[in-house]
């Protein structure tokens, strides 16, 4: 099963954690666990929203106070060994990794999790 990681952070990353954060995520890929993962540290946001037929747009997240600075797509084999994934992540350490199931429709994209 495929899982959404969102990662937060309220403070801007340190030279350790960032370090700490590519290990990590370099051992994840290398286990067969990370399907994908985007920094969006650097991202400027919009949100976009429509009311009564105007265009509503906004500058920033909706994440606030917490900034959603990366997500990844982790497929596990179920939700607790994707608990036991995020909370060995550094960005659990320094922020929250929000955990969501993903219903993948597109079967072509998935791949088997890893086995012990």
Do not use: C
């Not at 500058?59 to 600075?69: C, I, R, T, Y």
């Not at 608990?83 to 955990?99: D, F, K, N, T």
């Amino acid at each position: 099963m495929n899982y959404l990681f969102l990662a937060y952070h309220d403070k801007p990353l340190g030279e350790a954690l960032i370090s700490a954060s590519l290990a990590s995520n370099e051992a994840l890929r290398e286990s067969g666990y990370l399907v994908t993962q985007v920094d969006l540290s650097e991202v400027t946001a919009v949100s976009v929203t429509r009311k009564n037929g105007s265009l509503l747009l906004t500058d920033g997240s909706v994440a606030d106070p917490q900034q959603l600075a990366a997500l990844f797509i982790i497929e596990a084999r179920d939700l607790n060994e994707a608990i036991q994934l995020a909370a060995r992540m550094p960005q659990a350490q320094s922020g929250v990794v929000e955990i969501r199931p993903l219903w993948v429709l597109d079967r072509s994209l998935t791949r088997n999790a890893p086995s012990d």
